[in-house]
């Protein structure tokens, strides 16, 4: 039977395009976060993997008191509720900059997903969301674990839920626009773009208060702490569950209206400083001829 | 370096027009430009009357591309979720892209892997898998960029009859094909450009490219394998001259355009004083290949001369 390739003509709205982009790859990145293996491997991986990770840090706590003397839980607590949620900064940040890489040299998806007419920010969003319900997953986990196994004092009753809401929303608009700038980076890099990742892990781990509190670093380290949003992003996390808070010298004196005001400030700042890089890397990479570079490293 | 250097060309609206080059003659740049994959350093380039520096969305709603001899595609999903993935960044309804999956998978023959995840697939069902994809969205124009490399003789006929019939139906579509395999552009192609090393060398319709050696006589001559073929070289009245190697068969085929046909004796007696012998003689008609030794001053699969 001889079949029409002539379809019928469908010229959506750029807002339906944008939308129907963000859907799929929103769904392409679930699978991809959750499709390899099958789902009971899926399931203990997931829960595994967050436990393993706060056992870490019970051990090194236990280390640190020892060495310093200091039995102090508040300081457990700190660490305990700034490494968890530092999770995001991890997987969600690194792995928004890692689509590009992805799409491009393993899946070699990038070129055909490029010269669509879809926006590929909305594109890079949609794959973010599968990182952000994972990675929320994990810090759930981690908590549970920490409240029931640990002793981390916490009861849904003891948050300051507002805050906390308005101070993770924001936080993770952040965490993503510091992923856009790292995608940006990526049209341009090929293998360099995961030594490039564990660098700013580091520096925003050494930082912004994860693991030590800021007043512990040098001066010059503290100015720098306080420019950075994720410094005040994990400050007003641990004062809106209160585990922690009061407990960097640097940041006691700034009012929780004050953190948050900076927070603001310095999300929208970044944003923009991530959108302008992302559009640079984008036009050089189209410059250059990188949209579709396979460099097999 | 430049990649592509002076090159004017028009495609009319309802053409198929081949691009015909060696490797690295600027074929897939001059796509990637076309495509809003790359932009030009120099020129203008207009892609269905749209500027593909400055209107690169307008072009983007109407086109579309396949590249061969890649093995591109999420290997976690099935053909149909990935097609469908695709059909989504165009905004084409769900119900209407598996309308259009299962219609052009029929069409190539793929319709029994649709729920089959892609590694699973050969490289050949990836390929028609990838022109499904490309397909789907039916663009005005498309750009097939050597879309049967690597493929089997079926596939590739397939394809072949698959880009015939596409082309037949509107006569609006158009296509700008890049191919290695100089008997696709002249089964295919309403006008070929022949592009080495970044220029347009000539661009006509395949019989108009013949044309401009007609009245040269094309000698074939298959041979005993020989290692040495310089001989052949230099006989009076062979204007151009290539040779492939038939490691299979254990022979040499060598082709002569000549502008003097009495330098057939002369070939012919070249032949024993080279060590090996004749296993078949044939005189013919020039094809692109010829028009493209001559232009070139090489094949596209053999040494050059």
């Known amino acids: 039977m001889a079949v029409n390739t002539a379809f019928r003509n469908h010229n959506p709205s750029a807002r339906k395009r944008n939308i129907d982009t963000f859907k799929c790859s929103a769904w392409l990145g679930w699978q991809m976060e959750s499709n390899w293996t099958d789902p009971f491997l899926f399931a203990v991986y997931s829960i595994v993997k967050p436990i393993a990770g706060s056992l870490i840090l019970v051990v090194m706590y236990a280390i640190i008191s020892a060495i310093g003397g200091n039995n102090d839980p508040q300081m457990f607590y700190y660490m305990f509720v700034s490494n968890c949620f530092f999770m995001y900064v991890g997987q969600v940040l690194f792995g928004v900059a890692q689509i590009v890489h992805d799409d491009r040299e393993h899946f070699q998806t990038m070129k055909y997903i490029y010269i669509s007419p879809s926006n590929y920010l909305s594109y890079m969003i949609g794959r973010s969301v599968s990182k952000l319900i994972v990675t929320t997953f994990a810090v759930v986990i981690t908590m549970a674990f920490g409240i029931f196994m640990l002793g981390i004092p916490l009861s849904l009753f003891s948050i300051n839920w507002p805050l906390f809401l308005v101070v993770m929303a924001i936080g993770i608009f952040c965490i993503m626009a510091f992923g856009l700038a790292l995608a940006g980076v990526s049209f341009l890099t090929a293998k360099h773009q995961g030594g490039m990742n564990e660098g700013i892990a580091g520096v925003f781990y050494l930082f912004c208060g994860v693991v030590f509190p800021v007043s512990t670093l040098p001066a010059w380290g503290v100015a720098f702490a306080k420019v950075l949003p994720i410094t005040y992003w994990l400050e007003l996390i641990r004062r809106s569950l209160d585990l922690g808070a009061g407990l960097d010298q640097a940041l006691v004196g700034t009012s929780t209206m004050v953190c948050l005001l900076i927070l603001v400030v310095s999300t929208i700042v970044f944003t923009v400083i991530a959108l302008i890089i992302f559009k640079a890397g984008d036009t050089v990479a189209r410059q250059k001829g990188l949209i579709d570079m396979t460099t097999a490293y | ?305």
């Open chain 2, 1 to 305: 370096m430049k990649a592509l250097n002076d090159v004017n060309l028009t495609i009319n609206e309802g053409e198929l027009f081949g691009l015909l080059g060696p490797n690295g003659a600027g074929k897939t740049t001059l796509i990637k430009i076309l495509c809003t994959l790359l932009l030009p350093t120099s020129g203008e380039a207009k892609v269905l009357g749209y500027d593909v520096q400055k209107e690169t969305n307008s072009i983007r709603q109407k086109i579309n591309m396949v590249s061969g001899g890649e093995t591109s595609g999420y290997g976690l999903l099935t053909v149909r979720e990935n097609i469908w993935l695709f059909s989504q960044l165009y905004g084409i309804p769900t119900k209407e892209a598996n309308r259009r999956i299962e219609m052009l998978m029929k069409e190539l023959k793929l319709e029994h892997k649709m729920n089959s995840k892609v590694r699973t697939l050969s490289t050949g069902l990836r390929q028609k898998a990838n022109m499904v994809r490309g397909f789907m969205t039916d663009p005005d124009l498309i750009f097939l960029d050597e879309p049967t490399l690597g493929l089997d003789v079926n596939a590739s006929r397939l394809i072949r009859d698959f880009i015939k019939k596409w082309m037949s139906e509107k006569p609006t579509r158009t296509m700008l094909l890049t191919t290695h395999y100089m008997v696709e552009a002249d089964e295919l192609c309403d006008r070929v450009a022949i592009i080495n090393d970044g220029r347009v060398l000539a661009c006509d319709t395949p019989q108009n490219l013949k044309r401009l050696i007609h009245q040269d006589a094309v000698l074939k001559l298959e041979i005993k394998q020989v290692a040495e073929v310089s001989a052949f070289r230099n006989i009076p009245g062979v204007r151009n001259f290539t040779h492939d190697q038939n490691i299979a068969t254990g022979t040499t085929m060598l082709k002569f355009i000549l502008d003097d046909e009495a330098a057939v004796a002369d070939i012919v007696a070249a032949v024993p004083k080279s060590g090996s012998r004749i296993v078949s003689v044939e005189k013919t008609e020039p094809t692109l290949e010829d028009v493209f030794v001559t232009l070139v001053g090489r094949g596209l699969t053999n040494h050059e001369v």
